[in-house]
């Protein structure tokens, strides 16, 4: 019942957050189809291959958004997405938005506040990455990229999820 309470607060807001403070943000009218048929090893591909798992599209405006996902390896359950939250806060990066799903995901869902905690840690210990054009990130190589930001221990490690939630 909490998840689905903080997944409908983030559709509500997600709406009017593109809306009236993304207003300068210029989409970058890319599908799908179009971030795979980049070459297998960019980070466009990659970008592409996470959202045709999850059925997705990008969200017009906030693409980067689910570039985290791709870069830093998170799922997109209600509890990922508030630990994406505070590993960009632990990265520099600083929105209303952002702290709104900090505040209210931690509220509404304490139990998973050392996965949070943890995030936080990984996102302050990586290279800063938040203030990156991510459209023009595409055509790298996504393995050299995410070697630049994060440490080889993080890498080496499966991915972020085998990090307990809990």
Request: net charge positive; charged share 20%.
């Amino acid at each position: 019942m909490r998840k689905r309470l903080i997944h409908w607060l983030f559709d509500q807001t997600q709406k009017i957050y593109t809306r009236w403070l993304k207003r300068g943000h210029i989409p970058w009218n890319i599908n799908t189809a179009d971030l795979l048929s980049y070459p297998k090893e960019s980070f466009g591909y990659h970008l592409g291959q996470f959202l045709n798992k999850n059925n997705f599209e990008l969200i017009a405006k906030v693409e980067r958004h689910d570039a985290y996902h791709t870069l830093c390896g998170y799922g997109t359950s209600v509890e990922d997405e508030i630990a994406l939250q505070y590993l960009c806060l632990g990265n520099g990066k600083r929105s209303p938005y952002m702290f709104g799903a900090i505040i209210l995901g931690t509220f509404i869902l304490p139990d998973y506040f050392r996965y949070y905690y943890r995030s936080f840690k990984i996102g302050r210990n990586a290279n800063t990455f938040h203030h990156f054009d991510f459209k023009e990130v595409l055509p790298l190589n996504f393995e050299d990229f995410r070697q630049a930001i994060f440490s080889r221990d993080y890498i080496n490690s499966a991915t972020i999820l085998s990090i307990p939630k809990k």
